[in-house]
């Protein structure tokens, strides 16, 4: 799977705060070319469409968007486009997989409007409310350029601002209530177990247990709700984890593998350098 630094080395974007998020503003999106299939991806993607028209496929399903509609991707998802008018434009929002499903967690857990963005992906706005969006895009880029003390936390704080504004679109659009199922509850525990334990219990059988349910069947509704594997939740929470520690911390390589639960800096940055393609330090020092 791509990881969202590596995207934003071979795809133009506005401003990106590294391992966070990106945003792509007021676009031509020349790269989303004809029948281009996007290489797996370890982020949510958010595309606000201001101009033009978008034919495309979203996991096999065809849709068509349009000025003042809004789809979100999730990571695994095959895009193909089928056209794209010579005036197309838009925006697009970046946001890690990782820190997109804790903001989830820490917005409540509501995975509800995760699952009824595969039965209804695309969501038509208000003139006002694409407005609204805009505006939290813009005041995102002006954190990232602009700020330096508290950039990380202003730009987190927006990032789970527009995820709430999200929710709250999704549930205007449709009876996001009606989709509410068993599964989505269980997913929603698990993921709210994993942020507690995902630092030192890396086993499917834990949460299965502490779960009460089979580990087949944990298995098999994480992948349907989420698209992803337990052991990818996990990963990517890792990931995400050590790369802001190394990002904005003083810590030594050591202290973060001994938080991180790894027996010792040896495997710790052997994990590391083969999901993010880098060493410890290599992406410490990277600027």
């Known amino acids: 799977m ?38 797996p991806l370890s982020a949510y993607v958010l595309l606000f469409v201001t101009q033009g028209r978008l034919c495309y496929q979203l996991d096999g399903r065809e849709c068509q968007l ?17 056209s794209k008018s010579d005036d197309f434009h838009g925006h697009q929002l970046f946001c890690d997989q ?30 006002r409310q694409q407005t609204d969006i805009t ?12 700020t330096q003390h508290y950039r990380v936390q202003i730009v987190m704080g927006l990032m789970r601002s527009i995820q709430l504004y999200i929710v709250e679109l ?11 199922s068993e599964r989505e509850r269980l997913y929603r525990d698990f993921m709210k177990l994993a942020v507690e334990h995902y630092q030192h219990e890396r086993k499917l059988s834990f949460y299965a247990r502490h779960l009460c349910v089979s580990t087949t069947y944990l298995s098999r509704i994480v992948r349907e709700v989420s698209g992803q594997t337990v052991k ?6 890792l990931v995400t984890e050590a790369g802001y520690r190394l990002r904005n911390t003083a810590q ?19 994990f590391f350098r083969k999901h993010v393609g880098q060493s410890p330090l290599q992406y410490r020092a990277f600027k």
């Open 2 to 39: 791509l990881h969202i630094d590596e995207l934003f080395e071979s795809t133009p974007v506005t401003c990106h705060l590294r391992g966070v998020l990106g945003i792509d503003y007021d676009s031509h999106m020349d790269y989303l070319s004809e029948g281009i299939t996007t290489v």
């Open 66 to 82: 349009e000025a003042r509609n809004m789809v979100l991707y999730a990571p695994w998802t095959q895009l193909s486009i089928l």
């Open 98 to 127: 990782a820190i997109f499903d804790r903001l989830v967690m820490e917005n409540g857990g509501d995975v509800g409007f995760l699952q009824s963005r595969k039965e209804f992906p695309v969501v038509v706005l208000t003139s």
């Open 135 to 146: 505006a939290f895009l813009q005041l995102m880029m002006s954190a990232i350029a602009e």
């Open 170 to 180: 999704h549930s205007a659009f449709i009876d996001v209530l009606s989709l509410t």
């Open 232 to 237: 990818n939740v996990l990963k990517n929470m």
């Open 252 to 270: 030594s390589v050591s202290e973060i593998s001994y938080h991180l639960g790894f027996e010792d800096q040896s495997a710790f940055t052997h």
